[in-house]
């Protein structure tokens, strides 16, 4: 799996934004609030709100997303393609009790696959396939989201601030999950403004600043060295400053 990002502009918020990533990589996009992350996400989900409209490429194994026909799009999204967002409740279902959610994706792109009880389990949450959302907390919905998003083994995960709303004991186990659940030859693209997240998960990071990608590199370099002011000034703030280097 080879996602190439070419030139991607969404109006002005988003500003010829290029990059690659390859089977198995784990790559961060950090940069600080309205930078343009999540309009970059939801450009590679076909995702964007009626009102915005991407121009460029993206392109998925060689195959163009920007432009192509929704029935296409659907039919990669939780297949190919999956994304987990910030607030775990605007992907489920209140009405729906967690095993079937998790196994909506499977039947959805008539696939077979394990029980929903087998995929509660794997994400830490056996014998929950019968609770509905709100029975439980946000960090076990998330994880429910997790497994929706894995379901059918995406060889893209999109993961946009996915503990944020999660407090820090319960973030490292959802880290813990995401990174112990990916298969080797899967590729992540974590979002996140949260330095700390961006050294345990990723070894590659994009900066963005104002819609454009600023500063690329390493997760080491970038973070041991940066080059461009904005990421001076993010790494000054952050409290892994000293972690770091
Ligand atoms: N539907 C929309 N119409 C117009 N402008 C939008 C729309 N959605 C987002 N924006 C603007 O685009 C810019 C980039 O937003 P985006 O959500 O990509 O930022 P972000 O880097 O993901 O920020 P955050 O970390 O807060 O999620 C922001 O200035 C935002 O206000």
């Known amino acids: 799996m080879t996602l190439a990002v070419h030139g991607l502009c969404v109006g002005d918020l988003v500003r010829d934004v290029s990059f690659e990533i390859g089977a198995g990589e784990r790559v961060g996009l950090i940069g600080e609030s309205g930078s343009g992350k999540s309009l970059t996400a939801l450009s590679i989900m076909g995702l964007l709100p009626d009102e915005l409209r991407a121009t ?6 060689g195959r163009e997303l920007v432009g192509a026909p929704e029935r296409e799009l659907s039919r990669l999204r939780g297949n190919g393609l999956s ?3 910030q607030e775990p409740m605007t992907a489920l279902n209140p009405a729906m009790r967690v095993g079937r959610q998790v196994t909506e994706p499977l039947r959805v792109h008539g696939r077979r696959g394990r ?3 087998e995929m509660l389990a ?9 609770a ?10 998330q994880r429910v989201v997790l497994a929706m998003a894995l379901a059918n083994e995406p060889s893209l995960l999109i993961c946009d601030e996915p503990t944020t709303a999660l407090d820090v004991t319960v973030q490292a186990q959802i880290l813990a999950l995401i990174r112990g659940s990916l298969s080797a030859e899967a590729a992540l693209l974590f979002i996140t403004h ?5 050294a345990s998960v990723c070894e590659r990071v994009l900066v963005m600043l104002d819609g454009e990608i600023v500063e690329r590199g390493s997760t080491r370099d970038v973070l041991t060295a940066p ?6 000034a993010l ?3 952050s409290d892994l400053d000293g972690a770091a280097r």
């Open 132 to 141: 509905y959302p709100h029975q439980l907390s946000g960090g076990q919905r």
């Open 56 to 61: 460029g490429s993206v392109r998925l194994d």
């Open 83 to 85: 994304m987990v967002f």
């Open 115 to 117: 029980s929903a009880e």
């Open 235 to 237: 790494l000054a703030a």
């Open 122 to 130: 794997a994400v830490g949450l056996p014998g929950t396939a019968r």
């Open 227 to 232: 080059e461009h002011e904005y990421t001076k």
């Open 194 to 198: 949260d330095l700390a997240v961006v």
